[in-house]
């Protein structure tokens, strides 16, 4: 059963940090590019990084430079650091994998908000 299980989200204030986390099972999980994408209020979902199955990374403009996308094979895990947050920040953040197959976890709210 595959999963993807997205924590770290949560209430943050203006120029704060947060980092995600997302844990994959039931694939080869070293074989995917792994992303991040974030959904906010009335807005369509978007891509905000991607870390590919060499390693190799792509930022969105979205938050360049201030996010940072990593993995860990041996752990089967994703992780996205992202500093100095914006209110407009604020969104669902989800989990995705792509290969031969793509799938998405359930997501992590992200609120930034004083």
């Known amino acids: 059963q595959v999963q993807l299980v997205e924590s770290g989200g949560g209430l943050v204030q203006p120029g704060g940090s947060l980092r995600l986390s997302c844990v994959a099972s039931?694939?080869?999980?070293?074989?995917?590019?792994m992303s991040w994408y974030r959904q906010g209020p009335g807005k369509e979902r978007e891509l905000v990084a991607t870390i590919r199955s060499g390693g190799s990374t792509y930022y969105a403009d979205s938050m360049k430079g201030r996010t940072t996308i990593s993995r860990d094979n041996a752990k089967n895990t994703v992780s996205l650091e992202m500093n100095s947050l914006k209110p407009e920040d604020t969104a669902v953040y989800y989990c995705k994998a792509t290969w031969d197959r793509v799938y998405w976890g359930q997501g992590t709210q992200v609120t930034v908000s004083s």
């Open positions: 039931g694939f080869t999980f070293s074989r995917y590019a």
